[in-house]
Structure formats: structure tokens, C-alpha cells
């Protein structure tokens, strides 16, 4: 189970990764409100089409206390997140941005540890040290690297979206073992999305200026990989693995993801890779190696047989004895 699920997360962080490059490339020519709505609603809207192909229900039975949770995730645990942290991108530096992004890592850990009464152990704790100085190291460039930023607010709007995405870990994980994985996320995005709608609308009537939208062709199709990779494919892994994981070790795990950014960089925006970042990007793998197998007792699961990616709530019944 924590083999399956530290995969989720490599995985998620593998998506993200490629994500944080893509907002970059994105939030140059369309205004981030923009991104952020359409990023939500169409992902939101593929996994719905993903469920009406497979024929599983749209909508799950939750109590109140679980409707409660999907609106927590939904806005100040996504929406609201991902509107802060692509208007940062664009008033910010790429590497600025990104190491300040890996926040949401140690905001997870803090939220689980008071909210979830979650326990991190010695040799763990370890392991997400190591973890977060690989991945300052993999940012840092040293004194010739780039340090075009426009200020403190860029960095500001980063730093309060990374605390959002990590109290989203903690509605996130409770909803893991009430809801699947596929309905879940989708209600997630597309009640994000409208949250998202009174903000743009109050910046189409009574903004002082029009919302950007100038893409070419090539910001179209990088638009369209960031919806699938980050909002189907990498929220679907990330939930996944919530429901095998901790969440203070799915957090952890998360910090992972400045090596993959530092690669999609390297292949999509020829940057450069030095000494130090390499050696940052090995202390990362071993944090991460630390994290998913100090553990020896197992994760507690959801006590019903489910499948990954399981859209059933209930308990499967047992066979009758003959």
C-alpha cells in the first residue's frame, strides 16, 4: 500500500512539475483569473465526461460534514490557491516562484500534525528535511542565476496560495475514504470553477482594465496539456495517493516536485543545470526514499475493498457462509 501510494505521489509531483512550467508559459498572455477558471472548469469537465463514459455516478451520497469538506477543498483549498499563485507567477521569477511554492509541503505537514492529529517520526522527519534542502538546492543557482522579480507581491501571492494548497491536504484526505477518487476531483474542479466566476465577473464590470487574452497558437496547446496534466491527471494521482497515504507524508512526498520542474525547464526552456542542483536534486530522491519506507507500521486504509480510482461508496458485503 505505501509502495502504491508514495507512486500516486511521484506521479502527482511529476504532473505538477510539468504544470509549474506550463503557468508560466500560460500567465504571460492570459490573464491568471482567466487560466485559473478555465484550468478548473475543464478539467472539471473531462472528468465528467470520464465518469458518463464509464457509467459511474456523478454524484455521491456525503453527509453534511462531507459537503462541508468538498467545499473547503473546492475553494480555499484549490480555487483560491491557484488564482494567487498564477498572478504571482506572472509578478515573479520562475525559480523565486518555485522554491516559494514548495511551502504547500511544509503547510501540509503543520495542518495534518494540528488538525489531523497525525504523528511524524524521527527517521520521517528526516527524510523531509532532507526533502526540503534538496529542493532549495535544485532552485538555487547562485549569485549569477536570475533574479528578475517585480517586487515582494509576486512572492506574497505565492507564499498564501502555498499555504492554501497545504490546508487542502486535510479536507482532501478526510473526503479519501467517503467518496472515489474520479467523482471527487471532479466536484472538486468545477465547484472551484464557481467560485472563480464572481471573480470574473467583478473584473469584467467594474475593473479599471480588460482581462489579458493575447495566446498564440503554441499557448493554446500548452493551455490544454496544463488542464490535462495538472487538473485530470495530477489531482486524480494526488487524491489517490491521500487514500493510502498520510497526509502529512503525501505533503512531504509533494516536495518532490522542483526536480521534475527543474526538468521540464531544462527540456522546454533550455535553461541550464548545475553542480548544486544536481546535488540538491539527490539529497531530494533520498528524503523521499527516507519518507516512504521508515514507516514499518502500515497506513491505516479504508476498511471497505476498493480498487484504485473506485467510485463505489459502501462496504463490499461479505459472502454468504454456505
Known amino acids: 500500500m505505501r509502495l502504491r ?8 509531483s511529476f504532473m505538477f512539475g510539468l504544470g509549474a ?41 456525503l453527509k453534511r460534514a462531507g459537503w462541508l469538506d468538498l467545499l473547503l477543498l473546492a475553494c480555499p483549498g484549490t480555487a483560491i ?4 499563485i498564477v498572478a504571482g507567477f506572472a509578478r515573479t521569477s520562475a ?27 524521527l527517521k520521517q522527519g528526516i527524510g523531509v528535511l532532507l526533502l526540503l534542502i534538496g529542493s532549495v538546492l535544485v532552485i538555487f543557482k547562485g549569485s549569477s542565476g536570475s533574479a528578475g522579480s517585480n517586487g515582494g507581491l509576486g512572492d506574497l501571492l505565492i507564499v ?4 492554501g494548497l497545504g490546508f487542502g491536504f486535510v479536507p482532501a484526505k478526510r473526503l479519501s475514504q467517503r467518496a472515489g477518487t474520479l467523482a471527487l476531483t471532479m ?18 464590470l467594474v475593473g479599471t482594465h480588460t482581462l489579458r487574452w493575447q495566446p498564440s497558437a503554441a499557448t493554446l496547446w500548452a493551455l490544454l496539456l496544463y488542464i490535462v496534466s495538472n487538473f485530470c ?44 542542483q544536481a546535488l540538491g536534486g539527490l539529497l531530494a530522491i533520498l528524503g523521499g526514499i527516507v519518507v516512504s519506507l521508515s514507516d514499518r507500521a502500515p497506513t491505516p486504509v479504508a476498511t471497505q475493498t476498493e480498487t484504485p480510482l473506485q467510485d463505489d461508496i459502501g462496504t463490499v458485503p461479505a459472502p454468504h457462509d454456505t
Open 5 to 12: 501510494g508514495t507512486a500516486y505521489a511521484v506521479a502527482a
Open 21 to 61: 512550467v506550463l503557468a508560466k508559459l500560460v500567465g504571460g498572455e492570459i490573464d491568471a483569473t482567466v487560466v485559473a477558471f478555465l484550468a478548473l472548469a475543464g478539467g472539471g469537465l473531462l472528468l465528467a465526461i470520464g465518469l458518463v463514459l464509464t457509467r459511474r455516478p456523478l454524484v455521491q451520497a
Open 81 to 84: 490557491p491557484l488564482l494567487l
Open 95 to 121: 525559480l523565486a516562484g518555485g522554491f516559494l511554492l514548495q511551502l504547500n509541503g511544509v503547510a501540509a505537514l503543520l495542518f495534518a500534525v494540528l488538525l489531523l492529529r497525525e504523528r511524524v517520526r
Open 160 to 163: 498564501a496560495g502555498a499555504i
Open 187 to 204: 466536484w472538486r474542479l468545477l465547484l472551484g470553477a464557481c467560485t472563480l466566476l464572481p471573480v470574473l465577473a467583478i473584473q469584467l
Open 233 to 276: 491527471l495530477g489531482y486524480l494521482a494526488q487524491q489517490e495517493g491521500l487514500r493510502l497515504l498520510k497526509a502529512w507524508e503525501m505533503g512531504a512526498l509533494m516536495q518532490t516536485v522542483p526536480l521534475f520542474s527543474t526538468l521540464f525547464a531544462l527540456l522546454l526552456l533550455h535553461d541550464s543545470l548545475t553542480l548544486v
